[in-house]
T-cell receptor, first 114, second 117 residues
Framework: AQKITQTQPGMFVQEKEAVTLDCTYD???????LFWYKQPSSGEMIFLIY??????QNATEGRYSLNFQKARKSANLVISASQLGDSAMYFC???????????FGAGTRLFVKA | EAGVAQSPRYKIIEKRQSVAFWCNPI?????LYWYQQILGQGPKLLIQ????????DSQLPKDRFSAERLKGVDSTLKIQPAKLEDSAVYLC???????????????FGPGTRLTVL
């Protein structure tokens, strides 16, 4: 069975510093995709970054990068140069081949301090 | 480009009543998803459509929940009868084509917050 684990219920980071949000996963499917979404207090889910299981390079999108360690089954999100607007819930998610069976972790709430 | 539209944004009902939610995905998106997000938890996939066909409804409580996507565009999710534990935000999302072989990101609507009293 698939599983996503986010062990950090809450994280604090100083503005302009980098922060890493942890995500570990479990699946028996050799082909899968990993996603990170941001959910501000307004409630809308915003796609941040994607990593495919066969991708050789770690994904990057602007200030977001995904530290993908396949052998350890981890897909941590790194946010560089944190901004006050980064304060939100962050969810790690995984889909099987064909985009099926998308599952989300419990989320990490990030607080950025001025 | 217009995003995913959902209505209503909020709904309060008594238990045992019925309720329906509507979703209009991004134009041209073949795949549509309905999620249930209980307060403090991550979203849980209820049903996934590819065009107007169901590809996954394994977590949909079929004794009370139903969903359809007529003509492969708009979708409705219905609960009948509602229970207290159905109180949650119901999120609709769409993606270009989940079966095309690449992992398209999902675009989410603003959600419908349901309170069952």
């Amino acid at each position: 069975a698939q599983k996503i684990t986010q062990t950090q219920p809450g994280m604090f980071v100083q503005e302009k510093e980098a922060v890493t949000l942890d995500c570990t996963y479990d699946t028996s499917d050799p082909s899968y995709g990993l996603f990170w979404y941001k959910q501000p207090s307004s409630g809308e889910m915003i796609f941040l970054i994607y990593q495919g299981s066969y991708d050789q390079q770690n994904a990057t999108e602007g200030r977001y990068s995904l530290n993908f360690q396949k052998a350890r089954k981890s897909a941590n999100l790194v946010i560089s140069a944190s901004q006050l607007g980064d304060s939100a819930m962050y969810f790690c998610a995984m889909s099987q081949t064909g985009g099926f069976k998308t599952i989300f972790g419990a989320g990490t709430r990030l607080f950025v301090k001025a | 480009e217009a995003g995913v539209a959902q209505s209503p944004r909020y709904k309060i009902i008594e238990k045992r009543q019925s309720v329906a939610f509507w979703c209009n995905p991004i134009s041209g998106h073949a795949t549509l998803y309905w999620y249930q997000q209980i307060l403090g938890q991550g979203p849980k996939l209820l049903i996934q459509f590819q065009n107007n066909g169901v590809v996954d409804d394994s977590q949909l409580p079929k004794d009370r929940f139903s969903a359809e996507r007529l003509k492969g565009v708009d979708s409705t999710l219905k609960i009948q009868p509602a229970k207290l534990e159905d109180s949650a935000v119901y999120l609709c999302a769409s993606s270009l084509d989940a079966l095309a072989g690449s992992y398209n990101e999902q675009f989410f609507g603003p959600g419908t917050r349901l309170t069952v009293l």
